[in-house]
């Protein structure tokens, strides 16, 4: 049998688009998983969350992070870029004085961080923040 | 496996009663991620503390799940409410199963 030209395009645009697309596609569906995980598959709200990160950081190992929800009473981090997208959670107990937190995180290159607050009356709010990385932090 | 962890937390020594510390801590651990490899390509088995407690007096402060994105050295800084004098409790819980304690007193006055 003989492969049109068409055909033989369309199979390797196909076979491009599985080689390079794959690995993006799993890690989108992994952020996904793991929102769809800690809001039950609730919609979040792109407000009430702030996500400060750094719009460039030179060293992917410690990139400086902080999250302030008020009123929440967990959150969420994930970075979407990640080989394992979960960062950290946030549980905040009656003695806490803010719904806030700085630390430290590592990612692996260019891409956005994400955090979801969950709140007393089952909403879930999130922020989402795109960060540049020079070096990245997963020792590759 | 993780050797000289040593916890280190910075918080006020005194407050007035309602008021809202900040507090600070530092742990020296290497966080392994499980991602690196070795000079021979094996993988470096994931070695990671997964969990940071703070309390004060009993009632929780901020409970942490770390995952193998957190930097080595975990780093927070975070808030809590004072309205007596007491003791925060810092728990930091290693993946090998030991676990790194830390206390700070506060006079509320």
Known sequence: MTATRRQVLNTGLAAAAVFLGLPRLASAQDVDAAIAEFTGGAEAAEEGVTLIAPEIAENGNTVPI?????GAEA????AAGNPNPDVATFNFGPAA???M???RIRLAGEQDVVAIGRFPDGSFKSARAHVRVTIGGCGG | MAENV????RAPR????GDVVSIRTLISHPMESGQRRDGDGNIIPRSIINRFTCDFNGENVIDVTLEP???TNPYFQFDAVVNE??????TWYDDDGSVYEETADIAVA
């Open chain 2, 69 to 71: 994105a957190i930097s």
């Open chain 1, 97 to 99: 004085g803010s719904q």
């Open chain 1, 66 to 70: 902080e999250i302030d929800a008020p």
């Open chain 2, 85 to 90: 004098s007491g003791t925060f409790q810092f």
């Open chain 1, 101 to 103: 937190a700085s630390t």
């Open chain 2, 6 to 9: 040593t916890p280190r937390v």
């Open chain 2, 14 to 17: 005194e407050a007035a009663p």
């Open chain 1, 75 to 78: 959150i969420m981090v994930l």
